[in-house]
């Protein structure tokens, strides 16, 4: 059963939604905070010329009135030249516009022919903007950076009259705002493509993250209806022996010991898949854990082999063990114990009275590598792709004789990938096959 094509629809497009707004909020931020940077750094040296500006205004400020006696040649020599009167009008870079308390503009005289005159003594002076950081304002078609001051004492003319009182500063930075402006544009164009190609990425990596959603989902699926299919044989089978026992109350236990050997088989049957299932249910999650501990390999392979031996002796098989491992290896004991018992007892299902099976260990480039071999009837190629698949059976025609559930191999693949290892799948020769395993040390 696969997933709705509505519900598949649904997650795309809100993966893809999310994936658009994440990537617009991060080029919104990245380029306002790039534009605003840049352009704090241009405006940088034009509020520091204004500064400078002002600096010497108050400095000016602070000498007082000029002395309005007559000079000696010497004293004409110490005058200073802010007492003509208010011929402040740049400092090369800087214009500066006088005002009286009134707010009337003093010197507009001052600007020559070639300066921001016409532009500058439109000006209107408001105390409100007094003091605060510098702005920009557009007069004329130019933009000028602008800062107004109160001179504290007060600027005086010649004549000793304390007149200017406060002095707007500005300097043209028309050249500077479109500059700006053009690497705004550019910013926003670069971005806007980007943006374009976000889109794209966003798309496709919606797709790709629903890949492995639309891959659990048939996997569950699959696992549900396989697990429905392999419960419903043997309930079948023991509601079956239950209805014949009921049909025949005055029977007696050894009447009716077949049913009930059949049925406590698949009850066995059932206890064992659904203690696979559980396992399996667990893996993905962090409720099962590995606990490694140091382990001497050589006696741990033969405690756990020697039943299997017994019950190959008694099966007319021969299992050999072969170990060369002269050191302690940490690995989980029970998880170990209870791969090799999947492994083994698969070995002994598939193989026929005269096979051989064999465990062997040794230490390779420092890793543990353990087979399990049999000379059994073998797994085709096929089946080599799909051996570790959950609830897949070599055998398709139904028979189960062999019994089994299709989940002992998936339960021993996720026990070696749980020790960072592998496990792999070859073919025995002349027959047979050959389970390997490779752990970390």
Do not use: C
């Not at 007149?163 to 544009?185: C, E, H, P, W």
């Amino acid at each position: 059963m696969m997933m709705p094509q509505k519900i598949h629809r649904q997650q795309l497009v809100k993966g893809f939604i999310w994936q658009v707004v994440s990537f617009v909020a991060i080029f919104a931020v990245l380029g306002t905070l790039i534009y605003w940077t840049y352009a704090r750094s241009v405006y940088d040296s034009t509020d520091s010329d204004l500064a400078q500006q002002g600096r010497i205004l108050m400095a000016q400020t602070r000498l007082g009135p000029p002395d309005t006696k007559p000079a000696s040649d010497k004293d004409s020599r110490n005058k200073p030249a802010f007492q003509a009167d208010f011929t402040i009008s740049s400092n090369g870079r800087v214009d500066t516009l006088l005002f009286n308390d009134a707010g009337d503009l003093l010197n507009s005289d001052a600007f020559d022919y070639y300066s921001n005159r016409t532009a500058l003594t439109t000006m209107n002076f408001k105390k409100s903007k007094v003091g605060g950081e510098p702005r920009t304002v557009k007069l004329g078609g130019n933009y000028y950076r602008v800062q107004t001051i109160a001179l504290q004492d007060g600027l005086f003319n010649n004549s000793g009259s304390k007149a200017a009182d406060y002095a707007i500063m500005a300097k043209n930075i028309t050249d500077t705002v479109t500059n700006l402006q053009s690497f705004g544009r550019v910013l926003w164009w670069t971005f806007g493509i980007f943006g374009l190609l976000a889109l794209a990425v966003s798309y496709g990596i919606s797709r790709l993250n629903m890949r492995p959603i639309m891959t659990a989902w048939q996997q569950q699926q699959d696992f549900v209806d396989s697990a429905a299919h392999e419960l419903r044989t043997p309930l079948a089978v023991v509601q079956g022996k239950l209805e014949t026992l009921l049909t025949n109350p005055t029977a007696t236990i050894r009447d009716q010991a077949n049913n009930v050997i059949l049925s406590l088989a698949e009850i066995r049957r059932l206890n064992q898949l659904t203690s696979n299932m559980l396992t399996l249910a667990k893996t993905g999650s962090a409720m099962t854990k590995i606990e490694k501990e140091p382990t001497d390999i050589a006696v741990f392979l033969h405690d756990m082999s020697e039943p299997y031996r017994e019950l190959a002796e008694f099966e007319e098989k021969t299992l050999t063990l072969t170990v060369d491992v002269d050191q302690s290896v940490n690995v989980d004991q029970k998880r170990l114990h209870q791969l090799l018992v999947l492994l083994l007892d698969n070995a002994l299902k598939y193989t026929d009275a005269g096979d051989a099976l064999a465990v062997k260990a040794t230490i390779e480039r420092r890793r543990l590598q353990i087979e399990v071999a049999d000379t059994g009837i073998g797994i085709s190629d096929e089946g080599k792709k799909h051996i570790f698949d959950r609830f897949y059976r070599e055998d398709k025609t139904g028979n189960r004789s062999a019994g089994g559930t299709g989940l002992g191999l998936s339960i021993a693949e996720w026990i070696v990938q749980a020790h960072d290892g592998k496990i792999s799948v070859t073919d025995n020769q002349p027959k047979g096959t050959i389970f390997k395993i490779i752990l970390p040390l």
